[in-house]
């Protein structure tokens, strides 16, 4: 007789009841796994939130701290010989500078009295060779990359050329400061500027404060004026758009020194025109006086309004326009010996030669009426 065969059953480990150890194990790993997962998150978000914070970090910290560093290498390098590279014709005090960056051809010192109050610029200026000017837009003078850029000269500069405007432009990242050429006690504070170059030293009085579209200053005069007429008509729109009067005359002997704020659609320029041979150059700031607004919005404005004038009426620009007979622009004879002085000083000079020779001519008269 055959046995049934009865197969014996176990209980699965999934029917299975845990015991209190085995739960409270799989309560650590769960509770574990857990607090991985947040910390992972919490380490995620944090390295997000880092990464957000560093572009402005970089930007509004980093950069302007690396530029003020560079900048302030340069300060200490200006007046040093350096390695010897740069031609012994050449000023050399450029020396140290030109082994950094070859393209360096001008320094540039705009300084108040009171620097604290008002400005203090020192600054290498390059003239684009190796580089063009767009590279210095947005590099050091190091050629770092850097929104700062370094100071370039927008033409050839020429500091001894008459009727001749060199050009200094950067953006208000290193330029700011001249924003403040726009107030009268500003001006009073630094009327000047000195700029040295390779080949010559010269310091400039301010003539005026313009503000200029972008379009103007791509399109400023920034090589020599063909003809005398050009110059004097390029002066005396600046003269009637300035913020400032400052009191300072330009004749067709002197050369031009325009320094340009890049400050977006409200560029700054602040025109001057470089101290004579023989001329003092402190300046008498108590001529000059702040206008109420830029007498012309663009050189547009102005040749339109002097146009208008002379079509419509027989009236000048002088005779209608506050402020604009304060002329900035005076004529020198060439047949004069001596063109350092103004045109006014000179005339004061040939009187009082006439004067005295006058005066010579007084005893011989005096003798012959006792006679």
């Not at 432009?169 to 009073?188: H, I, P, S, T, V």
């Not at 400050?263 to 001057?272: E, F, K, R």
């Amino acid at each position: 007789m055959e046995q049934e065969f009865t197969p014996i059953t176990t209980q699965s480990d999934n029917d299975r009841k845990l015991s209190p150890k085995e739960l409270r194990k799989v309560r650590r790993h769960s509770v574990k796994a857990r607090r991985r997962r947040k910390r992972i998150i919490s380490w995620f978000l944090i390295l997000v939130l880092l990464a957000v914070a560093a572009v402005p970090a970089y930007r509004h910290l980093y950069q302007p701290w690396r530029a003020e560093s560079v900048y302030n290498t340069t300060r200490n390098l200006y007046g040093q010989v350096g390695s010897g590279k740069l031609s012994k014709e050449y000023n050399e005090y450029f020396g140290a500078l030109y082994d950094m960056n070859p393209d360096v051809y001008g320094w540039l010192i705009v300084s108040s009295d009171q620097p604290e109050n008002g400005i203090d610029l020192h600054l290498p200026v390059v003239q684009p060779k190796k580089h063009d000017t767009a590279f210095y837009q947005t590099h050091l003078f190091n050629e770092e990359s850097n929104p700062y850029g370094t100071p370039y000269f927008m033409n050839e500069c020429q500091t001894d050329q008459a009727m001749y405007n060199t050009v200094v432009c950067a953006n208000q990242l290193l330029f700011g400061d001249l924003l403040g050429y726009r107030e009268l006690d500003f001006y009073k504070n630094a009327p000047t500027m000195f700029m040295d170059t390779l080949t010559d030293t010269v310091i400039y009085k301010i003539v005026a404060v313009v503000e200029l579209s972008d379009t103007e200053v791509a399109e400023l005069p920034n090589n020599g004026f063909e003809t005398e007429t050009a110059f004097e008509t390029f002066i005396t729109q600046m003269g009637y758009r300035s913020l400032l009067y400052t009191g300072v005359k330009v004749n067709q002997f002197d050369s031009l020194l325009t320094v340009v704020c890049d400050n977006g659609p409200a560029n700054l320029a602040v025109i001057s025109r470089a101290v004579r041979p023989d001329e003092e150059y402190t300046v008498d700031t108590s001529k000059a006086y702040k206008k109420n607004m830029g007498l012309f919005d663009s050189m547009t404005d102005w040749v339109e309004t002097v146009t208008d004038l002379e079509t419509d009426t027989d009236l000048t620009v002088e005779e209608t326009v506050p402020g604009s007979s304060d002329q900035i622009f005076e004529t020198v004879d060439p047949s004069l010996p001596e063109q350092e002085g103004s045109s006014q000083e000179i005339t004061d000079e040939n009187n009082e030669d006439d004067s005295a020779n006058q005066e010579d001519s007084n005893p011989d008269e005096e003798s012959s009426d006792k006679e």
